[in-house]
Each structure stands twice: as C-alpha cells, then as structure tokens.
C-alpha cells in the first residue's frame, strides 16, 4: 500500500485507537470518580497537541452519543483557542449540554 490511502488507513486506526482508549477511561473514570461533572478535553488540532486530537466528524458521530448517554456529561473542552481559529474545530456548533462550548488553554512557561 503507498500514498494517501495508507496514510488514510493509519489516520484511521490511530483514531480507533484514541477512540477505544478514550472510551475505556471515560466509563473507568465515571465509575471510580466522585464528580458530579466530566467534561471531555480534546485538542483543537492535530497541532494543539502530540496526542489525543479525534476529527470533528467522529467527535460528532462517535464521541458525543457516548458521552452524552451519561447524566454526569459536562461538555466539551477544547485546547486552545489558537488553534481552533486556525482550523475551526469548533464550527461544529453545539456541543455542551447547556448549549455552551468550553475551551481550555494551557499555559506553558
């Protein structure tokens, strides 16, 4: 296999990957956490972070009926802003039970 439809297939399973791991610790956490809110933390982009980054259309058609099942879902947290301008993560509208999209900046020094 060569060219775009390797890198589509690798694109694709790392995403499954995240996605598997995701949801594992999202049910672990609910379960073991006393918190009556759990909002989910994802990077804007692929270079708001060197992990983690889950496509806007699998956010929408995989992690949000997930996480949306819970009565302790929050919302969504995005990291960071800069990056959400650059690539429009969240143009995708709605997110957060409330109707409110949250975002989460890190700082570094």
């Not at 099942?69 to 301008?85: A, E, Q, T, V």
């Not at 509208?93 to 020094?109: A, H, P, R, S, T």
């Amino acid at each position: 296999m060569s060219g775009s439809n390797s890198t589509t297939i690798r694109s694709a399973s790392t995403t499954l990957t995240t996605l598997t791991l995701f949801k594992g610790s999202w049910t672990r956490w609910l379960q073991s956490i006393p918190a009556q809110k759990f909002f989910v933390s994802l990077p804007a982009s692929k270079a708001a972070a060197s992990s983690g980054y889950i496509p806007k259309e699998v956010l929408i058609s995989q992690v949000l009926p997930f996480v949306k099942s819970s009565p302790k879902f929050g919302g969504i947290m995005l990291w960071d802003r800069f990056h959400d301008w650059k690539c429009g993560y969240s143009d995708i509208g709605v997110i957060g039970k409330e109707g409110m999209l949250y975002y989460y900046e890190f700082i570094c020094n």
